[in-house]
């Protein structure tokens, strides 16, 4: 629509409407994926909304298990009309050589898998599956959700011991939080899938200052999320013995926080941008209700962890500016210059606002060496006996109280 519009006068008369129409197509496209033949007619896409929504459903454990073989192993997909309502097979050409990888069939399909991942994930039985599975990389299962390694208490514990602080130039080395607080404060205790509202699924609830807790780890239900993977807060005194934020009666509960933010990455360096920071910052202020107060008052850390084969960071990362004047190079969107102008002031505030938020942040690296995995997986093995033996402690509570046999899932052990 919008190129059959050849000057600006007649797209400045249809504007209204040809936005109105391409919001629609993509919240199908975040809905269903990008297939032409679902997202043009309202009947045809709600009836595949319905078969990928039972799709989902009907996932079970095998299923998972398969899913985890072909995201992580390797594992050749092959169409057998069970997943193509979830999975697609994406061809793409790097330098010459060609390949082919398995993604989600959209940002919402996306979102409901890593809900399950993460849920699986977290509970020691699957992780110990997941990383005994023939031909399953240990490395890459924790390169795609390794943030939940931090819910382990013996992980945590030598990962403090190996983490190196990437400091600002001609700054001195810090202690992490991690490394200052008791070993029964420094891990994640439980765990919360955040939600940030995709497609036309209704947003999850808002974080407030009662709901928020330290010791959880919260896990973003949306693929790519800018910055970190994941993310969870510290109780603990700054190191200089001072007050971490502003202060103020409404952020007296958060004053001695510290964010503690998780990037898994292969790469050798990970630097970022103004627009990544500033739509991280968005982000946290759609899911936060307090958003805007506890920024200020809380420390900032983020940790790198990289997998074993990939070349240690060794530097801090930076947050490169971005230009502003060539956001949008199609013109005709913005027609007026004087809202052009507005438009790339906002940002330009919004990308300084971002690279001054990113020189709080201390920043620290950690490898997944085989020590780590061999911990990883121990703890997990140790996890799954706790669980089995709570199990049959609960069936045999329920026995005698002559209730019914049913065992429920059991928090995750240290």
Known sequence: ???VLRTDEEYVGAREQIESRWTEIRTCIREVGPLPRYIFDKEVFDNRREEVKK???SITKIDMERYVEIFFGGKQWIEDGTTHKIIRLVWSSIDGFKSCR???ASVVIARELIIR???????ASFLLKMLRMPG???AAVLE????????YRSVVDELVGKMKHLPRTGGAARRSVLARVNAADRYAQDHRIVGFGSGTLQQGAKLDRNSLRPRVL???????FPVVDGFYFVEAPPEDGGVAGGGGAGGVRWRNWTFVGVQVTKAGKHDTDCG????????????IVDWEQLKGQISWEIIYVQGRDSIAINRRQACKMLATDDRQSDKRVLTDEGRRREERAQLLREHQSALAFWETVEQYQVKLDSELLTIISRAAEIGERVLVERAGIAVKVRRKAGGKQKCSRASLPA
């Open 144 to 151: 795609k959700i390794g943030v939940c390694a931090f819910m």
């Open 218 to 224: 919260y896990i973003p239900d949306i693929p790519n």
């Open 117 to 123: 991942v993460a849920r699986y994930f977290a509970g």
């Open 276 to 287: 990544a920071v500033a739509s991280f910052m968005r982000r946290m202020e759609q899911c």
């Open 1 to 3: 629509e919008r190129s």
């Open 136 to 138: 399953v990389d240990g």
């Open 102 to 104: 398995n993604y989600p």
């Open 55 to 57: 799709a989902l459903e």
